[in-house]
């Protein structure tokens, strides 16, 4: 709990004070923690037991008050990476912005937007895909690519995979609205560019659009091998490790149902394959993302890298006061709710 709490410095002067302060428990004790330094207080109370009275800040104040609304705001405040961290691997392993915005006021106790979250997703999103965009994957010669999908408003959208059968490396994620050999051909395209080479084999589904798009993006030289679905693969690899792979594309479109903008989705696929390459432990590697088990050169291990190579913005917090009587201390108390204000993407 978050309220607001006088204190006549030094005792006895006449000189009242007033700060934010948040309790806390630790180790079965209960600490009154200081968020912030508010102001001189306007007024104050002294009876038996030293009891006062709230003031909210003077205009001398270091924060900003809204009498009207009884709101204030402290700047020059940062949220912690780790929080920040914490949020993104959440996301990405499958929990939505309300279950990581209920276990934020759990865990932090803080009252934060769905959309707080949201910009922390898009920023480092974004910032992540930029930092991993020179990785090359040292991969095989075998790719096995897929394709699932879901329903976004009156339209169905499509996720096209191809993995790298030896690495479990996800080489290209492509979203499309249409089934056809162009987008087959794109995400071919894309994963030739991430690998830095052609396959020799690709194994696909029974897709028509596969047959034209690999042969126009590889050649005649690359085998196109089509099962139903993934009976076999002539190269000794068990299809174990696709049948892991579909069970992670569930958390992926757990993660994407909310949105209903192609924009947001596209981002979305691409953070989470940084996610899935970088991020996220693989039975078929040892237990240990698949960048990782090829390379000790990856650009970031965790969520927590990207968050801390980037300079945080200042936040400024919004504080609600809520005036309520209290008679054990004799005199009315301010809680306050302590709200993050982050910044959106142009500013940040």
């Given at each position: 709990?978050?309220?607001?709490?006088?204190?006549?410095?030094?005792?006895?002067?006449?000189?009242?004070?007033?700060?934010?302060?948040?309790?806390?428990?630790?180790?079965?004790?209960?600490?009154?923690?200081?968020?912030a330094y508010i102001g001189k207080?306007?007024?104050?109370?002294?009876?038996?037991?030293?009891?006062?009275?709230?003031?909210?800040?003077?205009?001398?104040?270091?924060?900003s008050v809204n009498p009207s609304t009884s709101e204030i705001r402290i700047p020059k405040m940062k949220t912690p990476a780790r929080q920040i961290a914490s949020?993104?691997?959440?996301?990405?392993?499958?929990?939505?912005?309300?279950?990581?915005?209920?276990?934020?006021?759990?865990?932090?106790?803080l009252e934060m937007s769905e959309s707080n979250y949201w910009n922390w997703v898009k920023?480092?999103?974004?910032?992540?895909?930029?930092?991993?965009?020179?990785?090359?994957?040292?991969?095989?010669?075998?790719?096995?690519?897929?394709?699932?999908?879901?329903?976004?408003?009156?339209?169905?959208?499509?996720?096209?995979?191809?993995?790298d059968s030896k690495t479990r490396f996800l080489l290209a994620s492509h979203v499309s609205f249409n089934r056809g050999s162009r987008d087959a051909n794109e995400l071919m395209k894309l994963a030739e560019e991430r690998a830095g080479k052609t396959p020799k084999v690709v194994i696909t589904d029974k897709l028509k659009s596969y047959i034209a798009a690999i042969e126009d993006a590889y050649g005649a030289d690359t085998k196109h091998i089509q099962g139903g679905p993934f009976k076999f693969l002539d190269t000794g690899e068990s299809t174990a490790?696709?049948?892991?792979?579909?069970?992670?594309?569930?958390?992926?479109t757990k993660v994407f149902e909310k949105f209903k903008d192609m924009a947001s989705i596209r981002l979305l696929t691409d953070g989470w394959l940084?996610?899935?390459?970088?991020?996220?432990?693989?039975?078929?590697?040892g237990n240990i993302p698949p960048a990782q088990a090829m390379s000790k050169a990856v650009p970031f291990k965790d969520w927590n890298d990207i968050v801390?190579?980037?300079?945080?913005?200042?936040?400024?917090?919004?504080?609600?006061?809520?005036?309520?009587?209290?008679?054990?201390?004799?005199y009315p108390v301010l809680d306050a709710t302590l709200t993050p204000i982050i910044p959106n993407e142009k500013s940040a």
């Open positions: 709990m978050s309220f607001i709490r006088a204190k006549e410095i030094p005792p006895r002067s006449g000189n009242w004070y007033d700060y934010l302060v948040k309790t806390v428990h630790v180790d079965g004790r209960v600490i009154q923690q200081h968020i207080s306007t007024s104050h109370g002294s009876s038996g037991g030293g009891s006062t009275s709230h003031a909210i800040a003077t205009s001398r104040s270091p924060v949020a993104m691997g959440m996301y990405y392993g499958g929990m939505s912005l309300d279950a990581i915005q209920q276990q934020f006021k759990q865990d932090y106790d920023r480092f999103t974004k910032e992540a895909i930029k930092q991993a965009r020179d990785f090359k994957p040292d991969v095989g010669d075998t790719w096995v690519a897929d394709e699932t999908y879901m329903k976004l408003k009156k339209r169905t959208v499509y996720f096209w995979d191809i993995i490790e696709i049948e892991r792979f579909h069970k992670t594309l569930e958390q992926r940084i996610n899935y390459n970088f991020f996220k432990q693989n039975e078929g590697c801390r190579s980037k300079k945080l913005p200042d936040i400024d917090y919004k504080v609600s006061l809520h005036r309520r009587p209290s008679v054990s201390k004799g």
